[in-house]
Nanobody
Framework: VQLQAFGGGLVQAGGSLRLSCSGS??????LGWFRQAPGKEREFVAA????????DYSESVKGRFTISRDNAHNTVYLTMNSLMPEDTAVYYC????????????????WGQGTEFTVSS
């Protein structure tokens, strides 16, 4: 089972965008967003506990990005505000049976990511 991310495109610096990700994953899973810029390793962006009550953000996006989930529709969202050119990347979502890890190797169900570019 894979998760599919949607919502990429082109946005100007300072703008906003919302990504969504859906798939037939168990609602008991922590869901996370990661990103990978050209020539860089995949990095953690945000994660949300299966209940939606606990959320974790990387320092680079804290205060600008919000992760949320809709378990009824097996969907997780990433709402991004105050976008910067350094946010340009391919964004992926994935699932983890536990909450608290930022390591991509602890996540499963990777699907095709969605790419967006922030222009300056």
């Amino acid at each position: 089972v894979q998760l599919q991310a949607f919502g990429g495109g082109l946005v100007q610096a300072g703008g906003s965008l919302r990504l969504s990700c859906s798939g037939s994953v168990r609602t008991l899973s922590t869901l996370g967003w990661f990103r990978q810029a050209p020539g860089k390793e995949r990095e953690f962006v945000a994660a949300v506990h299966r209940t939606g009550s606990l959320k974790d953000y990387s320092e680079s996006v804290k205060g600008r990005f919000t992760i949320s989930r809709d378990n009824a529709h097996n969907t997780v969202y990433l709402t991004m505000n105050s976008l910067m050119p350094e946010d340009t990347a391919v964004y992926y979502c994935a699932a983890n049976t536990r909450y608290g890890s930022r390591n991509p190797s602890d996540y499963r169900s990777w699907g095709q990511g969605t790419e967006f570019t922030v222009s300056s």
